[in-house]
C-alpha cells in the first residue's frame, strides 16, 4: 500500500523559510515521480513543484521559482521542499503525491497522495 506523509508545515512570517518532508513507503520510490501540489482556501489545487523518477528533473511554477527547491534522498524514501522568502500568498494546504515512472506535474497525472500539511504566511 502506498503510503505518503507529510511534514513540517505551520506558521511562518513572511520572508521566512519552511522545509516540508515527504515520508514514503509501500512502494519502490526511486521509480516514482513525486510531487508538491497546494490548495488555498476557494482556490483549485495547483502544482508547486515536482521531480522525476530517473534523472531526478524538477518542475517548478513560475509563482515559486527561485524561492522553492525540490530535492529527494531515494535511501531515505524522502522527498523535501525547501521554501524560502515565503509569501501570504503561499499559504496553503501542501500535498505530497506520486506515480510510477516519468509524470508532468499535472494533479491527475498522479494516483497517490497524502493528507497534507498546513502551511501558513503570516504578513
Known amino acids: 500500500e502506498v503510503q505518503l506523509v507529510e511534514s513540517g508545515g505551520g506558521l511562518v512570517q513572511a520572508g521566512g523559510s519552511l522545509r516540508l518532508s515527504c515520508a514514503a513507503s509501500?512502494?519502490?520510490?526511486?521509480?516514482?515521480?513525486i510531487g508538491w501540489f497546494r490548495q488555498a482556501p476557494g482556490k483549485e489545487r495547483e502544482g508547486v513543484s515536482c521531480i522525476t523518477s530517473s534523472d531526478g528533473s524538477v518542475y517548478y511554477a513560475d509563482s515559486v521559482k527561485g524561492r522553492f527547491t525540490i530535492s529527494r534522498d531515494n535511501a531515505k524514501n524522502t522527498v523535501y521542499l525547501q521554501m524560502n522568502s515565503l509569501k501570504p500568498e503561499d499559504t496553503a494546504v501542501y500535498y505530497c503525491?506520486?506515480?510510477?515512472?516519468?509524470?508532468?506535474?499535472?494533479?491527475?497525472?498522479?494516483?497517490?497522495w497524502g493528507q497534507g500539511t498546513q502551511v501558513t504566511v503570516s504578513s
Open positions: 509501500g512502494f519502490t520510490f526511486a521509480d516514482y515521480t
Open positions: 503525491a506520486a506515480d510510477h515512472g516519468e509524470r508532468l506535474c499535472v494533479e491527475a497525472f498522479f494516483g497517490s
